[in-house]
């Protein structure tokens, strides 16, 4: 056997050290982009998020105005006019109606709502909302949805609201969860109700 001073620990040793030095090297950075990243983000909301916030709020504002149902309303009309609303406004319209029914009233992002577009709050209950404005029947698939939020907003239930009415499929898997729907007649029930304690 051939004597050459050094074994093999010799060698690998310093190797190990230069790799755990890399290695340390890397991590560090990456810790550091991380928390860079995460403070710029969070500056960016702080500054930017408030100013947005505002113009979404006066927008919305403004919109609730123009489509709230007053109690001198003719109620087959004003549903008329529902039919005629895009989904966004359909929203706004759900949410004027909610905090009539005395609901603090919250609306989701536009994309990524996750099967909500409005959380309600009242009573020390919990709800998620999905707003349909549809001129057919509303399927399962509505149903899906917003019970598939329940979980994502920590909701006692979930209502599907639309000025159309459901499928037998969409009613039969109401049933079996904890989602209530509201099709036409009770939107012109819960109209209704607006309408005589206003």
């Given at each position: 056997?051939?004597?050459?001073?050094?074994?093999?620990?010799?060698?690998?040793?310093?190797?190990?050290?230069?790799?755990?030095?890399?290695?340390?090297?890397?991590?560090?950075?990456?810790?550091?982009?991380?928390?860079?990243?995460?403070?710029?983000?969070?500056?960016?909301?702080?500054?930017?998020?408030?100013?947005?916030?505002h113009f979404e709020e006066k927008k919305e504002l403004k919109?609730?105005?123009?489509?709230?149902?007053?109690?001198?309303?003719?109620?087959?009309?004003?549903?008329?006019?529902?039919?005629?609303?895009?989904?966004?406004?359909?929203?706004?319209?759900?949410?004027?109606?909610?905090?009539?029914?005395?609901?603090?009233?919250?609306?989701?992002?536009?994309?990524?709502?996750?099967?909500?577009?409005?959380?309600?709050?009242?009573?020390?209950?919990?709800?998620?909302?999905?707003?349909?404005?549809?001129?057919?029947?509303?399927?399962?698939?509505?149903?899906?949805?917003?019970?598939?939020?329940?979980?994502?907003?920590?909701?006692?239930?979930?209502?599907?609201?639309?000025?159309?009415?459901?499928?037998?499929?969409?009613?039969?898997?109401?049933?079996?969860?904890?989602?209530?729907?509201?099709?036409?007649?009770?939107?012109?029930?819960?109209?209704?109700?607006?309408?005589?304690?206003?």
């Amino acid at each position: 056997m051939l004597d050459l001073g050094f074994t093999v620990f010799d060698l690998i040793y310093p190797l190990s050290v230069i790799f755990g030095i890399c290695l340390v090297a890397i991590l560090a950075r990456k810790l550091l982009l991380s928390v860079t990243e995460f403070i710029a983000l969070s500056i960016k909301r702080l500054i930017f998020n408030p100013i947005s916030n505002h113009f979404e709020e006066k927008k919305e504002l403004k919109l609730e105005n123009e489509i709230n149902f007053k109690p001198s309303d003719d109620i087959e009309e004003k549903l008329r006019e529902v039919d005629q609303l895009k989904g966004d406004k359909f929203e706004i319209f759900l949410k004027r109606m909610f905090k009539d029914l005395g609901y603090y009233v919250e609306m989701t992002a536009r994309v990524g709502d996750y099967g909500a577009d409005l959380i309600l709050l009242k009573d020390g209950y919990k709800i998620s909302v999905q707003a349909k404005r549809y001129s057919k029947n509303v399927g399962l698939r509505a149903v899906q949805e917003v019970y598939a939020s329940l979980e994502r907003y920590v909701c006692d239930k979930g209502i599907v609201v639309t000025n159309s009415y459901f499928t037998q499929s969409a009613k039969n898997l109401a049933n079996d969860t904890k989602v209530e729907l509201w099709d036409r007649e009770k939107l012109k029930e819960v109209l209704l109700s607006i309408k005589k304690a206003g």
